[in-house]
Structure formats: C-alpha cells, structure tokens
C-alpha cells in the first residue's frame, strides 16, 4: 500500500524537529543521558499477569480464527470442491495455497495454544488438543506433494473444529477470519 509523498514529508520534518529540539536543548553528555531518560520511560513496561490473562483470551480468538479461517477457506472448501483430485483443474495452484494454510494454520494453532496457557480455562479446555495440533506439523508438506489429501484436509478441519468447541467452553468463541494472501506468504 503506497504511502502518499506527503505524510512522508510531514513525518520526515516532524522527526527532524523532534531530533534538532532535543539536541539544542542540552549541553554536552547530559543531553544523551536526558533523552536516553526519555527513551527508557517511553519503552512500554511488561504487563502484570492479570493483564496477561485477560488479553491471552483475545489473543487466542484472534490466532485461532485466523487458523479457522485459512484452513476453511484454502484447504476445506477445495477439498470439498474435489480441487485436490488428480486431474482436477487448477490442482497444483490449489495444493500450493492449502500447503500454504496448513503452514499458516498450524503457526496460528501453536500460537494459539500459547495464548491459552495463560488463561486458566482455556488451558484446561485445550490441554487434550496439544497432540492433535502438534501432529499436524508435517501435514503441509503432504499437501504441498498431493499425499493423502482426503485424510491431511479431514485431519486439518478436525482439529480446527476442536479448537473451536475448546474455545467455545471456555468462553472464548472462535470465528472464522480469512486472513489475506500476504499474510499466508509471510507467515
């Protein structure tokens, strides 16, 4: 998305002032010791652990619908579709992009399980799950080579559905969001 040339400008003088400012307004090292004063107080501080365990809810939402979504949209409804067939048109660019999701999701799914360590609900509601989504760390390279893809795409909307009714029973519903496809390119 391009930037338009100029809030560059307003940027690029803004932090020039800012820069000019803080130089002119001390004497020698005390200058570099106030700013590096104010550097450390603009630094934002860990949250407490109640803090923590109200945004490890959110963020798991939030990993988790984006792992629901990929894998809804790149790997279930093709696999529906009957795309991952062989002879299918347009099979090799849809094997691709479901191995694509399969990786995303499953970087989605582990940070999600992170998230939910610090809550204590939702710890216990996605401890029986840790296997199913550690198992699906080599599921995208059978999809990316059009190995079983009946039973990786099953073995993918499985889990996804599990995580989603743990997330539920914990009071953490999870929705479905497609994420774009430069998210899945970049991980």
Same mark, same amino acid.
């Given at each position: ?97 479901? %191995?694509? /999701?399969?990786?995303?999701?499953? +970087?989605?799914? @582990?940070? !999600?399980?992170?998230? &939910?360590?610090?809550?204590? $609900? ?30 990786? %795409?099953? /073995?993918?909307?499985?889990?996804? +559905?599990?995580? @989603?009714? !743990?997330?539920?029973? &914990?009071?953490?519903?999870? $929705? ?12």
């Amino acid at each position: 998305m391009p930037v338009p040339i100029r809030r560059l400008v307003v940027a690029l003088t803004v932090c020039c002032a800012l820069l000019a400012g803080a130089t002119a307004c001390g004497s020698g090292s005390s200058a570099t010791k106030d700013t590096a004063a104010v550097v450390a107080a603009a630094t934002p501080s860990s949250s407490s652990t109640v803090e923590k365990q109200k945004l490890s809810k959110t963020r798991f939402v939030a990993n988790a619908g984006l792992a629901a979504g990929a894998t809804y949209q790149w790997i279930v409804k093709p696999w529906k579709a009957g795309k991952f067939k062989k002879g299918a048109k347009g099979r090799r660019t849809a094997l691709i992009k479901a %191995a694509l /999701a399969g990786t995303f999701a499953y +970087n989605r799914l @582990k940070a !999600a399980k992170r998230n &939910a360590e610090g809550d204590p $609900t939702l710890s216990k509601a996605l401890a029986p799950l840790s296997a199913g989504i550690d198992s699906l760390k080599n599921l995208p390279s059978k999809l990316r080579k059009g190995d079983s893809t009946d039973a990786t %795409a099953g /073995a993918f909307d499985d889990i996804i +559905n599990k995580v @989603k009714d !743990a997330g539920k029973s &914990a009071g953490a519903p999870v $929705t479905d969001k497609v994420p774009s496809t430069s998210q899945l390119s970049g991980g």
